[in-house]
């Protein structure tokens, strides 16, 4: 069975002060890592796709990166706008899409 | 953002009560999903449409019934709802169905069970 674990649940931060998410995952064939940011009340914004390990992608203050075991997102000097709940998802030849519980970052200014 | 909209945002209904909520993609895609958001758990994934043709139903209860009339419209039908499936109910589509597409999702429909 394909599982997604995110840790920490929680993260508060001082404006600039980086940090890193972490999203473990145990599927059977991946196809694909996910990276999702969901604002209260909204659905959730994709950010990023990894597909290998070895691969990175970067989208302003946001890094991730994977290996074969986990995924990375590298937040460099947040901002308190960066505050919200990060998603992780993983698919595999046996789901369309299986998401953790995510990590709910607070950015204090 | 606009590529995927839901109807109604918000909605309060009574256990006996008959709604429908309603998903649209404009991002010319072929598969469709509804998923299920409560706190402090995971998102569930509900239904998979591709092509307009259900292809995955994760044991969801027949009180949800959903409908795909064409490969940019999605439906959820709802009747005599409990209270615990009071939710963020999310609509998401995709390129295709599974091999690592990207999901793009709505807002969500806010519901809550009376």
């Known amino acids: 069975e394909d599982q997604v674990t995110q840790s920490p649940e929680a993260l508060r931060l001082q404006e600039g002060e980086s940090s890193s998410l972490n999203c473990s995952y145990t599927?059977?064939?991946?196809?694909?890592l996910f990276w999702y940011r969901q604002d209260p009340g909204k659905g959730p914004e994709f950010l990023f796709t990894l597909y290998s390990a070895g691969e990175e992608k970067e989208k302003e203050r946001l890094k991730a990166t994977l290996t074969k075991k986990e995924s990375f997102l590298h937040i460099t000097a947040p901002k308190p706008e960066d505050s919200a709940t990060y998603l992780c998802a993983v698919n595999s030849g046996n789901t369309p899409l299986v998401f953790g519980k995510g990590t709910r970052l607070s950015v204090i200014a | 953002e606009t590529g995927v909209t839901q109807t109604p945002r918000h909605l309060v209904m009574g256990m006996t009560n008959k709604k429908s909520l309603k998903c649209e993609q404009h991002?010319?895609?072929?598969?469709m999903y509804w998923y299920k958001q409560s706190a402090k758990k995971p998102l569930e994934l509900m239904f998979v449409?591709?092509?307009?043709?259900?292809?995955e139903n994760n044991s969801v209860p027949s009180r949800f019934s959903p409908e795909c009339p064409n490969s940019s419209h999605l439906f959820l039908h709802l009747h005599t709802l409990q209270p615990e499936d009071s939710a963020l109910y999310l609509c998401?589509?995709?390129?295709?169905?599974?091999?690592?597409?990207?999901?793009?999702f709505g807002p969500g429909t806010r519901l809550l069970v009376l």
């Open positions: 998401a589509s995709s390129q295709s169905q599974g091999k690592g597409e990207t999901q793009y």
């Open positions: 599927v059977s064939g991946l196809r694909g």
């Open positions: 449409y591709s092509l307009e043709e259900r292809v």
């Open positions: 991002l010319g895609h072929n598969a």
